[in-house]
């Protein structure tokens, strides 16, 4: 069963720095597209950052701040994010799809994506 495993989560003050997991489990053949979301309640799921075999994107609220990457196993995503604000709070999710990589018309996307893990909490507070 393809499972999508998220951690890292927490509370932290404006500023600093958190590290988000997901693992990946029960592919057959790694994932061609791997991405973070995040989502506040009342509010869509908005894409944060994408990577592929050729490209990492990012939205532009978070360009040079957060970081997204992919061990050599394909089976560890992870985003760095620093200078937390308070604009970043809220649900991240770790999402994936085959057979298409990455672009950034439609790594932001939501219906993009075939495979969501449960979501890690972040809570940054001013």
């Known amino acids: 069963q393809k499972q999508l495993t998220e951690s890292g989560g927490g509370s932290v003050q404006a500023g600093r720095s958190l590290k988000l997991t997901c693992t990946v489990f029960?592919?057959?053949?790694?994932?061609?597209?791997m991405a973070w979301f995040r989502q506040v309640p009342g509010k869509e799921r908005d894409g944060v950052a994408s990577?592929?075999?050729?490209?990492?994107h990012y939205a532009e609220s978070v360009e040079g701040r957060f970081t997204i990457s992919l061990d050599n196993t394909k089976t560890i995503l992870t985003l760095q994010m620093n200078n937390l604000k308070a604009e970043d709070t809220g649900k991240y999710y770790c999402?994936?799809?085959?057979?298409?990589?990455?672009?950034?018309?439609?790594?932001?996307?939501?219906?993009?994506?075939?495979?969501w893990g449960q979501g890690t909490q972040v809570t940054v507070s001013s």
């Open positions: 990577i592929d075999a050729w490209n990492s």
């Open positions: 999402a994936a799809r085959q057979n298409k990589y990455c672009y950034a018309y439609d790594f932001n996307i939501a219906e993009r994506f075939d495979h």
């Open positions: 029960g592919f057959n053949y790694a994932p061609d597209c």
